[in-house]
Structure formats: structure tokens, C-alpha cells
């Protein structure tokens, strides 16, 4: 999972958690106020119930009627409480003439002063309202509160989440710098103080330990076979010559010696496919000179189908006889296949065109795999192992480059790309 995907799916728990936590404070909050107006209406309701009952002494008398509920107002002022009596007419009787009239047996808010509650006794409807302000909008405060919280938790923490997994991206880069060459001295940076962070480092740090001794013990067996290989290889090449000179079977000794060094070859071929990373002194090397002089040791009958287009330096660090082996390999295997073959060195490539029948594209991957041989090498019987152009891949990374077949010539299309 990537720092972005992690990095999201933090900011996105924060935020759901902040305001699932907020709107739970909201309902509860809404529930209270709730609870705290129906306390207020039954307090409501029980003061004009009692004014009623009195009023019911007054037996319709107008007189008596304002006298009472002006002595219930000084009774109940400290209360904050105020009353209203209304005919059957709806006509205000007695009380404050803030409140206004409401059906009986309803709460509402006649002004946004007063929540006031009605009630019908006898011939009149009492009205009983309390002066202060309704719970319930705190309600809704506290929704539009976790609203701007909620947006502000999603932005902030972005830098929080990014903080949290940082840990884990140092690690992801220090792996991904990691290759075959430098994996024995793999430095993946000093406990980050994350429990899981430091466990997962640890892991890793044991499995490449692991991946290191797996690859010296591939190197060792590598270098001791080749060892193994080219003592008596150059043993008998050596007898060989010698033998050539003083027989006359000339041409059989010939052939011998040609498949020995064929052998020779292979045998270099191999110790360098089995190498991980390039061991060889490493110097800044102009391709171009070295193209020329490669070109210059071809037999004279092979030099003549070479065409060279010297455009660039095209300037590389490595080892220079990798960069000959690499050239080497490209050529023999362009004039393997074609009659003519050009020789490109432009300003971040080197690029090898023939004539010959072309790589298909569905091949183009697979021709770079270790003895493995393409259907032009197969159908047309093209002598070879099938480690030449994996021998040319291997030794272009080591570079610090890339080698693919494109769309090009009439040809087949070599092309070598170095980083600048």
C-alpha cells in the first residue's frame, strides 16, 4: 500500500471517528434539550392548572378574575413566570398582554420572548408562559458545529496522517534503492521508534541478509564452476595448437579448436549472467570509442557490412570490458541475422539496425531470457545458445541502462538506453 492510500485511509478513519463523536454529542445534546423543554412545558402547564382552580372561585366575575391573577403574578415574578386569561370570545381578560392566545391544551412560542402553555378552565383559557429561551436551537448549534470541526479535522489531519506514516515511507524508499550490488551493504536507517514500523524493518533486514547469502553462495558456485571450466578448456586449446603444428590433419584440429572456443566463450558468457552486479574497475567511458575500436577488431570480411553513425560521446560509467562485451555481442548478433548492419551512437543511445528478418513483437520480452531462441533462430537454424541478448540486458543494467527492440528498420532494432 502506498504512502497516498495509507495516508487516505487515516485522514478518513480520523475524520469518520471526529464525526461520529460529534454527532453523537449533537443527538445527545438535541435529546437533553428535548428533555429540558418538555420539564419546562409540564412547569408551564402545572402553573396554569393552579391559576385555574383559583379562577373557578372567581364564578365569572371580571373583577375578581384580574385581582387574582395580578396576585398570582407577585406570587410567581421570581418564578419568571407570566399569565394571560382569555374569554370564550378570545378576548383578553386579565394578565400580561405580551402572551397571546393559544388553543388549550397546546405549548407553543406567541413571541420569541416566551414558551407558554394553555389550559381550559370553565368559561376561560389560561395561558402560563415563562420568559427565557428555547433549548432546542442548541440543537441544531451543535450540528453545524460538527460540521466546521469535521472539516477542519478532514484538512488537518492530512499533515497528521502524513506524519504518521512517514516511518513507513523512509523504509519504502530506502528499499527501493536497494539493488543485487549494493544489498550487502543495505543500510535501512535507524529504529523510527514506531513498534510495527521497526518490526516490519527488522523482517526485512533478516530476509536480505538471507537474499545475500543465497547470492554469494549463486557467486561462489558461479566462479568456481567457470574455474572448474576454463582450466582444462584452456589446457586443451593449448594442446590443440601445439598439435596443429606438427600434424597434417590440419582441419580437423581446426574445427576442434573452433568449438573450444566457442566453449570459451560460453563459459564467459555464463560467469557473467551468474554475477548480480558488476565487480570490474568502473571509469568513465565514451561509448563511441569504444564502439570504433570493436568495430576495428572485426574480421575484415565483417567489418565491411558495419555501418557507423557516430553522433554523440554518449559518455557511461562502468566497467569497459562489460561495455566491449556488451558491443561485441550486439554486433555478432546483428550480422548473425542480416547482410548489413548500422551502428548508431546518438547523444542517450546506442541503437544497432539490420536487415535481417526482425524480432516479432510478441517476442521482444522473451528474446532477453536466458537460453531462449526466437523463431528466426530456430527456422533458420542461426548457430547460438541463446545467451547472447540476455548476456546484452544483464550487462545494459549494469550500465545503468535499458536494451529493448523497437519498431525501426527493415530489421530487426537494437536499442540501448542509458540514463544521463
Not at 418538555?38 to 373557578?56: I, M, T
Not at 530506502?174 to 536507517?189: H, V
Not at 576495428?296 to 560509467?317: F, I, N, T, Y
Amino acid at each position: 500500500m502506498s504512502q497516498r492510500i495509507v495516508t487516505r485511509a487515516v485522514v478518513g478513519s480520523l475524520t469518520l471517528a471526529l464525526f461520529a463523536a460529534l454527532i453523537s454529542a449533537s443527538a445527545t445534546g438535541g435529546l437533553a434539550a428535548w428533555l429540558l423543554q418538555r420539564a419546562e412545558d409540564r412547569r408551564l402547564e402545572e402553573a396554569a392548572f393552579v391559576l385555574g382552580k383559583e379562577l373557578e372561585e372567581a364564578e365569572g366575575d371580571r373583577a375578581r378574575v384580574e385581582h387574582i391573577v395580578e396576585d398570582e403574578h407577585v406570587e410567581t415574578t421570581h418564578m419568571g413566570l407570566a399569565f394571560v386569561v382569555f374569554d370564550a370570545e378570545r378576548q383578553r381578560v386579565a394578565g400580561d398582554a405580551r402572551l397571546t392566545w393559544l388553543p388549550p391544551g397546546t405549548c407553543a412560542h406567541p413571541t420569541h420572548e416566551f414558551r407558554a402553555c394553555a389550559r381550559q378552565s370553565g368559561p376561560f383559557v389560561v395561558i402560563a408562559g415563562g420568559a427565557h429561551a428555547s433549548p432546542l436551537p442548541l440543537a441544531f448549534a451543535g450540528l453545524l458545529a460538527s460540521a466546521l470541526v469535521g472539516a477542519a479535522a478532514f484538512f488537518l489531519s492530512r499533515p497528521i496522517a502524513a506524519g504518521i506514516v512517514a516511518p513507513l515511507s523512509q523504509l519504502q524508499q530506502r528499499l527501493a534503492a536497494l539493488d543485487a550490488a549494493t544489498i550487502t551493504s543495505a543500510a535501512l536507517g535507524p529504529p523510527s521508534g514506531v513498534t510495527e514500523v521497526d518490526a516490519l524493518r527488522q523482517t526485512i533486514e533478516l530476509l536480505l541478509r538471507r537474499v545475500d547469502e543465497a547470492l554469494a553462495s549463486a557467486t561462489r558456485f558461479a566462479a568456481d564452476a567457470a574455474h572448474e571450466l576454463r582450466t582444462p578448456l584452456s589446457a586443451m586449446q593449448a594442446e590443440l595448437e601445439l598439435m596443429s603444428e606438427d600434424t597434417a590433419s590440419t582441419d580437423a584440429l581446426t574445427r576442434v579448436r573452433a568449438t573450444v572456443s566457442r566453449l570459451n566463450v560460453l563459459v564467459e558468457r555464463l560467469l557473467i549472467l551468474a554475477t548480480p552486479g558488476a565487480e570490474g574497475p568502473t571509469e568513465l567511458l565514451s561509448v563511441r570509442d569504444v564502439v570504433e575500436d570493436t568495430v576495428q577488431a572485426l574480421p575484415p570480411a565483417d567489418r565491411a557490412r558495419v555501418h557507423l553513425e557516430l553522433e554523440a560521446e554518449l559518455p557511461v560509467r562502468g566497467d569497459p570490458a562489460l561495455l566491449s562485451m556488451l558491443i561485441t555481442n550486439a554486433l555478432s548478433n546483428g550480422l548473425k541475422f542480416g547482410r548489413q548492419l548500422t551502428v548508431r551512437v546518438a547523444a542517450d543511445q546506442l541503437q544497432f539496425d539490420d536487415d535481417g528478418p526482425g524480432v516479432p513483437a510478441e517476442e521482444r520480452l522473451r528474446v532477453f531470457e536466458p537460453l531462449y531462441r526466437g523463431v528466426a533462430a530456430r527456422e533458420g537454424r542461426v548457430p547460438g545458445h541463446g545467451l547472447g541478448l540476455a548476456l546484452i540486458a544483464h550487462v545494459a543494467r549494469q550500465l545503468g541502462g535499458v536494451a529493448s527492440f523497437e519498431d525501426g528498420g527493415p530489421g530487426a532494432r537494437l536499442v540501448v538506453r542509458f540514463e544521463r
